[in-house]
């Protein structure tokens, strides 16, 4: 719909020129940006419309992210272990939030939760190419051809070649930086076990450079900002012709 509409709708008794002045005036944003044309065309069930910053009207679609802590399974339920929805507050297990992909039991880090499943979708698919960063510590150390061949393609041990991935090694540390865009089992323990080393810690960094707010405490969750929305729907490859792995 309009954005002038969806201004009106959201706040009854706004006249059309009201809803005009506001916009016309750059008071209005879309998803983070100044938006100055009452014809912008608005999806309000997942699209932050805000005035003057504040949001005027409940969107459907919720997204936070959790530093997720060791020992807790990303699934929504399970019968024995505890999960990440058992983490969340009351008014939050309510929604219906999933983890946008997967951490391992043992891993840490960031975990985004939403109920926009397209998000969800955009994030994990290999398609859009989404990245993902991960700080390793490894069990032997890491060695100077690693980055050549996390580029050229990891061969999983079943067989699958990963797509061209990033490792950054830390000088003096066996520790380092692993950028990957798709998110097989176990993949980064395994690109790591392919060339004779062992992932001792695993911990997620960021996703499509929205990095984990290190001021969350393990298991505490924070409503994802408007700017780390945008950023996150809007990361990866659009084109319409591209590749499906
Ligand atoms: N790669 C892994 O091996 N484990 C994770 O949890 C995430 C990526």
Same mark, same amino acid.
């Given at each position: 719909?309009?954005?002038? $509409?969806? +201004?009106?709708?959201?706040? %009854? #008794? &706004?006249?059309?020129?009201? *809803? !005009?002045? @506001?916009?016309?005036?750059?008071?209005?944003?879309?998803?983070?940006?100044?938006?100055?044309?009452?014809?912008?065309?608005?999806?309000?069930?997942?699209?932050?419309?805000?005035?003057?910053?504040?949001?005027?009207?409940?969107?459907?679609?919720?997204?936070?992210?959790?530093?997720?802590?060791?020992?807790?399974?990303?699934?929504?339920?399970?019968?024995?272990?505890?999960?990440?929805?058992?983490?969340?507050?009351?008014?939050? $297990?309510? +929604?219906?939030?999933?983890? %946008? #992909? &997967?951490?391992?039991?043992? *891993? !840490?880090? @960031?975990?985004?939760?939403?109920?926009?499943?397209?998000?969800?979708?955009?994030?994990?698919?290999?398609?859009?190419?989404?990245?993902?960063?991960?700080?390793?510590?490894?069990?032997?150390?890491?060695?100077?051809?690693?980055?050549?061949?996390?580029?050229?393609?990891?061969?999983?041990?079943?067989?699958?070649?990963?797509?061209?991935?990033?490792?950054?090694?830390?000088?003096?540390?066996?520790?380092?930086?692993?950028?990957?865009?798709?998110?097989?089992?176990?993949?980064?323990? &395994?690109?790591?076990?392919?060339?004779?080393?062992?992932?001792?810690?695993?911990?997620?960094?960021?996703?499509?450079?929205?990095?984990?707010?290190?001021?969350?405490?393990?298991?505490?969750?924070?409503?994802?900002?408007?700017?780390?929305?945008?950023?996150?729907?809007?990361?990866?490859?659009?084109?319409?012709?591209?590749?499906?792995?």
């Amino acid at each position: 719909m309009r954005l002038d $509409r969806a +201004l009106r709708d959201a706040e %009854a #008794g &706004r006249t059309r020129r009201e *809803a !005009e002045k @506001l916009i016309a005036a750059g008071r209005v944003s879309v998803n983070g940006i100044a938006v100055r044309s009452a014809d912008a065309k608005v999806d309000p069930q997942t699209d932050a419309i805000c005035l003057d910053g504040r949001p005027v009207m409940s969107r459907q679609f919720r997204a936070y992210m959790m530093n997720k802590p060791a020992g807790v399974l990303s699934a929504t339920e399970d019968r024995a272990a505890q999960t990440v929805l058992d983490l969340l507050p009351e008014p939050l $297990r309510r +929604l219906g939030l999933s983890p %946008a #992909g &997967r951490l391992d039991k043992d *891993a !840490e880090g @960031l975990l985004i939760l939403t109920n926009d499943g397209d998000l969800i979708h955009h994030i994990i698919t290999p398609k859009r190419r989404v990245e993902k960063r991960y700080f390793v510590r490894l069990a032997f150390p890491w060695q100077a051809d690693y980055g050549d061949k996390f580029a050229a393609g990891i061969t999983l041990d079943d067989g699958y070649v990963c797509l061209p991935a990033r490792f950054a090694g830390i000088e003096g540390e066996q520790a380092g930086y692993v950028y990957v865009c798709e998110g097989k089992f176990h993949q980064v323990k &395994r690109m790591l076990a392919a060339l004779g080393n062992e992932v001792t810690y695993l911990k997620r960094l960021s996703v499509a450079g929205v990095e984990l707010d290190e001021t969350l405490r393990p298991g505490e969750v924070r409503e994802l900002s408007e700017e780390e929305l945008f950023r996150l729907k809007n990361s990866g490859i659009w084109h319409k012709n591209c590749p499906e792995k």
